[in-house]
């Protein structure tokens, strides 16, 4: 018998032209819990939930990469999107482009549902890579689990006036390919 703990197991589904508000509101929150210590205060604080929306309208319209969203509660709560790589180097490699859970979800294990979900629909590739800051220990954490590695790769990002570095992490999939 299963524990009580979590009253309903995540769903996971397909994002639609629909969620665009639900996974821009999850974007915006989770950027302004997770790089409280990492990027200024006022920045955070500017990131637009509407201007994100339009973006994720425009982005699941055009049906170029993978959004999966998680439902716990009756609500969407986290979401990951994902496709081929966008790094020069990719040669036929899957990315993870990005996974965000709301704060109130973390250590709930629904990151870790849709983390599965999304690894099933980028298991095509030989490898899965992704980017992620390096300053975002808990992230990284959570992608060791997964078998994530650096790669040694990185790569400098600005945002609000300050710069930090972003490192590759990389999955080899047990996928045989032809």
Known sequence: MK????S???SIRNATSEDAAAIASIHVKSWQSAYADIFPAEYLAGLSIEARTKAWQQL???NQNVTLVAEANGAIVAWASGGLSRDADGNGSSELHAIYVLPAYWGKQIGAALMSGIEAVL???????LWVLRENHRAIRFYEKFGYVADGTQNELERGGVKRWEIRLQKTNNKQVA
């Open 3 to 6: 524990s009580s703990k979590s």
């Open 8 to 10: 309903e197991e995540p």
């Open 60 to 62: 699941l319209e055009d």
């Open 123 to 129: 298991h095509f590739a030989p490898k899965t890579t």
